[in-house]
């Protein structure tokens, strides 16, 4: 069974048709890439996964979306959507630690959610932490403000935060896009790895990337999907003359 | 020809620059010139910590330990109304009011500063101390609680706005951090929006209170212009600035009571410093 699966999603910006019927779905323990040349709607498309877009005035969503056989569409009321964010992280392309100290932020999810104390709060931080290979560097400087790290170690951080509530899915916009080559490759490693625990979605303009840490691939163009499937077949035998034409480097 | 031109501007603006700081140091000399004499014929030490303000009395006394203590009741009392009401209006200002309400409230609040504090102090004389003075049974509602209440309400605009500004600025990166893990409005508000904007708020609130402190006429009109000890809140009390207001039309240039004033007006001067420049290392520290 699918993790997500959208049909028929249709996203208006005021006039703007951002997102025209676009129809996919996401395998669950996979990471699958959004690939394609600015404004054509990825990024948009990731945000519906978590109910983001909410908070853009003049925005109107029709359609279906489901996680886990529900339509997260549908939700009405605060309590579920932030249920849903719970569930359904989000790193973003700028690494956004808060401006606590870097316990503190790993364990804020844990708070406002109130899913742990004490102890046990801090062994999930240091699991978190474990998990994105900040423990070594970090367990002594526990207390250090999150604001000292380096980019990539902020990145980490953001992600840590997101495991510490321990999401289904992760969402990932663009997060290599403010680090450096090195940096880059490191988390990729570490998508390869969370993807045995976590269903993982990336936007990504880095073709390469896509195709380096992708299970599958979707290319969007002007607020369609144009072409969805394995990634390996998507870069060597795409079936749309738009796909041929932007992995062969046409237009992006 | 042009280099000359520049020269020249660069020179006069500096000069406008240097200027400012000129005035603030000469108002400074001034007042250690005229008050510092007065420390000559009467110890600083029974200056500050005499209790009794009696400079018409034979010998006159000159200490001024009620007159701060009235000066400390009326501000911290209304720094404890008006900074958490003014804290939550900016709060609401930036993160919860409609677009259209915001514009009202900023409207609304930048109109109450530009009121005279002569005007409010006589609004408040007639309508707010005799209610006060009713309401709670006193023998008098001139006093402390009065003063307090309606300098409050003249320290809000200046805490609102600065507050209100600290607030906006936070990087819109952390809210949505914190929405994206689920967060509440009201969790981010307090766990992430403040904490970051504490500097600011911090800043806008010391401003708040130099104002409070510098406060003149509102305070001679309420406060009931009583040099004493207060026992409470609701007892009239005199501030260092309604003595100098008050006093310095009836006494004679030179003699120790005139110079025993500058004096006030020195330690006044020295203690808006300081507040002033703690506001703004926390404003500059906010604005990094």
Known sequence: MKKITAAGLNLHYGTFHALIDVSLGIEPNKITAMIGPSGCGKSTLLRVFNRMNDAIEGVRVAGNVELDGENILAYRDDEAIDILRRKVGMVFQRPNPFPLSVFENVAFGMRIHKLARGRELEDRVAESLKAVLLWDALKDKLKRSALSLTLEQRQRLCIARLIAVTPDVILLDEPCSSLDPVATLKIE???????????????????????????????????????????????????????????????G | MKRLFDWIIERFIFLCGILAVIFVALIFLFLLREGVSFFGSYS?????????????????????????????????????????????????????????????????????????????????MVTLVPLVRQALNLPTGLSAFSGALMLGFMALPTIVTISEDAIRTVPWSYKEGAIALGATRWQTMYRIILPAALPGILGAVMLGVGRVIGETMAVM??????????????????????????EMGETVRGSPHYEALFAIGLVLFVITFIVNFTADTFLRKARR
């Open chain 2, 44 to 124: 600083p030490i029974k200056f500050v910590g005499g209790i009794y303000w009696y400079p018409t009395s034979d010998p006159p006394q000159f200490g001024i330990i009620s007159l701060i203590v009235g000066s400390l009741f009326v501000t911290v009392l209304a720094a404890c109304l008006a900074i958490p009401l003014g804290v939550a209006t900016a709060l609401f200002i930036a993160e919860i009011a409609p677009r259209w309400l915001k514009d009202v409230l900023k409207t609304v609040i930048e109109l109450l500063a530009a009121i005279p504090s002569v005007v409010i102090g006589f609004i408040g």
């Open chain 1, 189 to 251: 490693e570490l998508m390869l790895e969370l993807k045995k625990r976590y269903t993982i979605i990336i936007v990504t303009h880095n073709m390469a990337q896509a195709a380096r840490v992708s299970d599958e691939t979707g290319f969007m163009l002007l607020g369609r999907l144009v072409e969805f499937g394995e990634t390996s077949r998507i870069f060597t035998a795409p079936q749309a003359k738009e796909t041929e034409e932007y992995i062969t480097g046409r237009y």
């Open chain 2, 221 to 246: 009109m309420i406060t009931g212009n009583a040099a004493h000890i207060p026992g409470s809140v609701f007892d009239p009390v005199r501030t260092m600035t309604a003595t100098i207001a008050a």
